[in-house]
């Protein structure tokens, strides 16, 4: 996969990381991060055999996904070593208190190679640079940049280290993230709430939503509203990416009309990248009869080569 102006990557739901894996999130809120790094870090604690390096300066109860853990059995994981907390004081910064990019791989490479004396078998590591981008000026991209190169020879070859690289929306301009983001093989995405492989369900954060892929079938519209329902239980307005939906029926339809109705402050639903079937099938049943659809977005059609 590639977007444009940018490299190659392939884009992976944090649940299907692997070893070897460098990968990359940008995240646009504290729901995005809690979900994403949430799930890599409480995926690696519910296992006894995998290692949780995270350097951050915040203290282990507060850190996304060890939140859901109770506090004996946080406690416990931190006595075993299994949750290892780095400060970037201790970690990342010399004795000026700049950024070390070769301190920092060294001290994550201790961490690793402890793991296997310690009976771990595997270990996840995952780094917020926010605060290194939030400083004013090019210092802070330049040294991630070469950053992540170290980061990258240390993880690509590995058989039992996975990380994420993570940093907030917002902290650089965009032609910066894209330069970052191309630093890495692997875009990490939230877990899908829903897949049968039929019917993909996948939360979205800038719009506040769910994008919809696959068939919209009968068996399948009692999940697809419990989704709904959640998504929409906000005062946010919500939208619902269809570019990936291959099927809807007249009921499927139907259900999203009376739920969109049913919304408070006539928010709607906000329909965007709609497909030319199902296009058609809301002309069809006429838009009079569908008042709380909205139309959302449309990505342009890429011109054809000659």
Request: net charge neutral; aromatic share 4%.
């Amino acid at each position: 996969m590639s977007e444009p102006g940018g490299g190659w990557f392939a884009e992976r739901a944090v649940g299907e990381l692997r070893p070897g894996d460098h990968g990359w999130l940008a995240y646009r809120t504290p729901e995005e991060r809690e979900l994403v790094i949430g799930d890599f870090v409480h995926d690696g604690l519910r296992n006894t055999e995998e290692k949780v390096v995270y350097v951050t300066d915040a203290p282990p109860e507060r850190l996304p996904g060890v939140r859901r853990l109770a506090g004996a059995d946080l406690l416990d994981r931190v006595r075993r070593r299994q949750l290892r907390v780095l400060s970037r004081e201790l970690t990342c910064l010399d004795r000026t208190g700049r950024f070390d990019p070769p301190r920092m791989l060294d001290a994550v490479a201790r961490e690793v190679e402890s793991a296997f004396g310690q009976e771990f078998r595997a270990v996840r590591v995952t780094i917020d640079f926010s605060w290194l981008l939030a400083a004013p000026g090019p210092a802070g991209l330049t040294r991630m940049l070469s950053c992540e190169h170290l980061v990258d020879q240390a993880v690509s070859p590995s058989t039992t280290t996975m990380a994420i690289c993570q940093v907030r929306r917002g902290a650089r301009p965009r032609d910066e993230l894209t330069a970052l983001r191309d630093a890495h093989e692997v875009l990490v995405a939230a877990n899908p709430e829903y897949d049968d492989g039929v019917l993909r369900i996948v939360r979205t954060f800038e719009p506040h939503g769910l994008r919809v892929e696959g068939e919209l079938d009968a068996a399948r519209h009692t999940v697809f509203a419990d989704q709904l329902a959640r998504v929409t239980a906000t005062r946010r307005r919500t939208h619902l990416d269809l570019s990936g939906l291959r099927f809807i029926d007249v009921a499927g339809l139907a259900l999203l009309a009376r739920h969109a109705a049913g919304l408070p402050g006539g928010r709607g639903l906000v329909l965007d990248d709609v497909p030319a079937g199902v296009a058609e099938l809301i002309d069809m049943v006429g838009r009079r009869r569908l008042p709380g659809l909205l139309r959302g977005r449309r990505r342009p059609v890429p011109a054809r080569e000659n």
